[in-house]
């Protein structure tokens, strides 16, 4: 079992709908999560964080937490051309020290005119 | 404010040869991490380095090595290339060694012929 899944995608959404990433992790010591969004050939740009159970609200983005559930996704309202990119899910462990980040292998969000 | 800078942005090594990426924190961060990012995966953490010594490291073998200098700045080394070596190497940085929130640089393309 990968220590953080996602679907490797390509999720397609027309313009102006919601899309709907999703993420499990393994590791129940996880303590924080976060989002990262890469465009082709570019480097992770962190777009959202959320550390404890619930939502967490960012302009059009919405982090969703569920730690019983070892579940963690993303929602991006009003999705735009401009959002089409992967979207690398990443967890850590605080617990022990260091701040290593363990990614999934990514989602291919694709919006389309 | 620059943010993380790594050099060089593109490298063409053969196997067998040796070969070091650099790296410059964000302003007023004193903790590098280092990933390798192949085509179609998640980045993978090599290691971590605060104040000057490897804090953490991955499954990554000890052909993979690194430094931390006095200024906070980082390089990597990769000794006995294998085609397998060829990726996006990416620096990322953080005020802390427990703190959150990691800055990627734009990484470093790695091809190893």
């Known amino acids: 079992q990968k220590e953080v899944e996602q679907n490797s995608g390509p999720l397609s959404v027309p313009e102006g709908a919601i899309a709907s990433l999703n993420c499990t992790y393994s590791d129940r010591g996880s303590q924080s999560f976060f989002w990262y969004r890469q465009y082709s050939g570019k480097s992770p740009e962190l777009i959202m964080s959320i550390y404890s159970n619930g939502d967490k609200e960012d302009g059009r983005f919405t982090a969703q937490l569920n730690k019983a559930s070892q579940y963690v996704s993303l929602l991006i309202r009003d999705s735009q051309p401009s959002d089409s990119a992967t979207y690398l899910c990443?967890?850590?462990?605080?617990?022990?020290?260091?701040?290593?980040?363990?990614f999934g292998t990514g989602t291919q969000l694709k919006v389309e005119l | 404010d620059a943010g993380v800078t790594q050099s060089p942005t593109h490298l063409i090594k053969t196997r067998g040869q040796q070969v070091t990426l650099r790296c410059s924190p964000k302003s007023g961060h004193d903790t590098v991490s280092w990933y390798q990012q192949a085509l179609g995966q998640g980045p993978q953490f090599i290691f971590q380095y605060y104040e000057e010594e490897e804090r953490q490291r991955g499954n990554f073998p000890d052909r993979f090595s690194g430094h931390q200098f006095p200024n906070y700045s980082s390089e990597l080394n990769v000794n006995a290339l294998l085609l397998g070596d060829s990726a996006l190497y990416l620096c990322?940085?953080?005020?802390?060694?427990?703190?959150?929130?990691?800055?990627f640089g734009a990484g470093t393309r790695l091809s190893v012929l």
């Open positions: 990322a940085s953080s005020p802390g060694l427990a703190k959150n929130i990691q800055y």
């Open positions: 990443a967890v850590k462990r605080t617990a022990g020290g260091g701040n290593k980040l363990t």
